[in-house]
């Protein structure tokens, strides 16, 4: 609009120079054309001095809170910003409707950057990702406004809520579970120190624990694993196995299920086992939660690997059955895709998008 007022009224003093053939309306006539290039290529100038960084107070946010980011500019020119904008773009792959905020300062050349606060927030689990897509800087009298188009993406983690619950079962008697059960003293290796298996070093392993000669073989950090310490353990499975159709709300009740399973566990005060197997890296993976730090650490891989989209529907039989993450006397809890929680085959619950967050207010499901 300021343009277009601007060339109307350069177009009239031209007109009026023409129609009273007076030198000075012709030589303000050029003397607005160049004033217009000069705003024209100031603008241009200044969005190439102008440098912006974003930044994220965290990387993880539960559902439903905001996650508070800044963004900080610099002038790099001795030439005042009269104004600029920067505009984000935060947004969940698994939606297709794209969020934007618009942010508007100014600063004088040379000086401190200037800081600006904003907040997202994502109404459903997943990877929530937040970016710079434009910034524009104004000329003075607003007439132009030069681009630079910013790559910046970063993602924040939004987790589930995980309200507590507890499995009331008959659980095998080999495995401590929150509902009860005891330890089989004639079950083999329930004495220690005879030795289960060897893995990859996990965080929270014993240094005493790592198996130094084999670490040295195969480059990398392995630990002795006890019989003693694996029969111990509940073990629950989650099956990330896509058929392709999961939408936000079902891939938001899967996390928000698996979290609030392994948060009852936690809560009985029992370590226990989660078993998976991720499609990104197409390997078996299983975690040993001890604590509020690898429940949290297991929640970062719950939100990735629900979110990961490659081979959906194309790798279900690369993946390997429960059976093969299973161990001798032990039983197995499972939650799938399809939101079903089976226990050794046999199905407790079947939730829907709908009612899940209903029957997790039960705070128990009873086998």
Not at 98 to 107: E, F, I, N, P, S
Not at 264 to 270: K, M, S
Not at 307 to 331: C, H, I, W
Request: glycine share 8%.
């Amino acid at each position: 609009m300021r343009r277009n007022c601007y060339v109307i009224f350069s177009a009239l003093t031209f007109y009026l120079a023409g129609v009273y053939r007076s030198n000075a309306l012709m030589m303000l006539f050029v003397a607005e054309l160049f004033f217009l290039v000069g705003m024209f290529l100031l603008s241009r100038y200044l969005s190439g001095r102008l440098d912006v960084r974003l930044e994220l107070e965290s990387d993880t946010v539960p559902k439903g809170e905001s996650v508070t980011g800044r963004v900080w500019v610099s002038n790099r020119s001795r030439l005042p910003a009269a104004q600029f904008e920067v505009e984000l773009e935060y947004y969940n792959p698994e939606i297709a409707v794209r969020g934007t905020k618009k942010l508007y300062g100014y600063m004088a050349g040379h000086r401190q950057p200037v800081k600006m606060e904003f907040q997202a927030a994502s109404r459903y689990c997943g990877i929530l990702h937040v970016g710079i897509r434009r910034v524009r800087v104004y000329d003075y009298l607003m007439l132009f406004r030069g681009r630079s188009k910013k790559v910046e993406d970063l993602r924040v983690l939004v987790f589930p809520s995980g309200r507590p619950v507890k499995i009331e079962a008959d659980w095998n008697a080999a495995v401590i579970y929150p509902s009860g059960g005891e330890p089989r003293p004639d079950m083999p290796g329930s004495q220690p120190p005879e030795l289960y298996q060897i893995r990859q070093y996990q965080d929270g392993d014993s240094m005493r624990d790592i198996h130094w000669k084999l670490s040295a073989k195969m480059d990398q950090m392995m630990s002795r694993q006890f019989a003693a310490e694996s029969q111990c353990t509940a073990t629950i499975y989650l099956d990330f196995r896509k058929s392709g159709d999961e939408d936000i709300r079902r891939l938001d009740a899967f996390c928000e299920l698996s979290a609030s399973v392994l948060h009852g566990f936690l809560d009985a005060g029992r370590e226990f086992r989660v078993c998976w197997h991720d499609m990104e890296k197409k390997s078996g993976e299983e975690k040993m939660i001890r604590n509020e730090e690898d429940y949290r650490g297991m929640l970062k891989e719950i939100i990735l690997c629900a979110s990961y989209s490659g081979g959906a529907g194309e790798n279900l039989k690369e993946m390997p059955e429960v059976s093969q993450f299973l161990r001798p006397d032990e039983t197995i809890l499972c939650l799938n895709m399809k939101l079903q929680l089976f226990l050794d085959q046999q199905q407790l619950a079947h939730f829907s998008e709908e009612d899940y967050e209903q029957e997790l207010e039960k705070g128990w499901f009873s086998g």
